[in-house]
Nanobody, 118 residues
């Protein structure tokens, strides 16, 4: 499985971005698509996850209300992360991953940089 994250960029605080994650092939070894982020000098952190069926979503408390994970139902291997009301603290590399549980992940994308200016 290959994962390709895209959609990052430089944006002003208060702006929005939509990140995309494309998986090359569906396998039955993963049950969730998950987004993580890693800010400079910090550990990688869970951001949001969606189960494969697409009927359950999970968010870190710090992003609830601003981040939305979704899936293209016609392209089930494509998952999105809509980020609204961006803050400078959201600056990080965002990774998507295919996971057996929400945070135990076997396949990772290369990451996409999100930079939020104040």
């Amino acid at each position: 499985v290959q994962l390709q994250a895209s959609g990052g960029g430089l944006v002003q605080a208060g702006g929005s971005l939509r990140l995309s994650c494309a998986a090359s092939v569906r396998t039955f070894t993963w049950n969730y698509m998950t987004w993580f982020h890693q800010a400079p000098g910090k550990e990688r952190e869970f951001v949001a996850a969606m189960n494969w069926r697409g009927d359950r979503t999970y968010y870190a408390d710090s992003v609830k209300g601003r981040f939305t994970i979704s899936r293209d139902n016609t392209i089930k291997n494509m998952v999105y992360l809509q980020i609204n009301s961006l803050k400078p603290g959201d600056t990080a590399v965002y990774y998507c991953a295919a996971c057996e549980t929400r945070t135990q992940c076997g396949y990772w994308g290369q990451g996409t940089q999100v930079t939020v200016s104040s």
